[in-house]
Structures are given as structure tokens and as C-alpha cells.
């Protein structure tokens, strides 16, 4: 259990990692739905981690950035749901 927990942890750094990286780089918009999944599996992951490990302060943090993604997907999908009302497609 403890190897499948670390591995986790690792994938949820990386995943967050690789997000920023895409991001910052212009590969990938900061508005976007991928960029947002990205973040919301790392961070999905890390909480795993540091909740398995009792890191109470890094769990909560990542809560917090699970519901700020879940936020901004809801909010992106309202946004293109209105532009779609709005062209007539």
C-alpha cells in the first residue's frame, strides 16, 4: 500500500508539474478544460498522499485547489454554453 500511496503522490506532482509547464510555456491556454483536468488530477492525487500520510496542512490545499478547478470547469462550460446560445450554433 505504501508504494501504490508514494507512486500516487508522484503522479499528482508530476501531473500539476507538467500543467504549469504547459501553461507557462504557451503550449497550453490557462482557460482551458485540459489545462483544468490536469490540475484537478494532480491535486486529486496529492491529496491521496498527504492525506495518507497525515500532512493535514497539504490535503487541505489541495481541497481548496480541487474546488477552485471544479469551479473554473463549471464556470467554462457555462461560458461556452452561453456563446454557443448566443452565435446560434
Do not use: C
Not at 10 to 15: D, E, P
Not at 42 to 71: C, E, M, R
Request: hydrophobic fraction near 55%.
Amino acid at each position: 500500500m505504501e508504494l501504490l500511496i508514494t507512486v500516487v503522490g508522484w503522479t499528482g506532482a508530476a501531473l500539476l508539474v507538467l500543467a504549469y509547464g504547459l501553461t507557462s510555456t504557451g503550449r497550453l491556454p490557462a482557460e482551458g478544460g485540459r489545462f483544468q483536468a490536469l490540475n484537478l488530477a494532480g491535486a486529486f492525487a496529492l491529496t491521496v498522499n498527504t492525506a495518507y500520510h497525515d500532512a493535514w496542512p497539504s490535503a487541505v490545499l489541495n481541497i481548496v485547489w480541487i474546488a477552485i478547478g471544479i469551479g473554473a470547469l463549471v464556470r467554462g462550460r457555462r461560458v461556452r454554453r452561453a456563446a454557443t446560445r448566443a452565435t446560434g450554433s
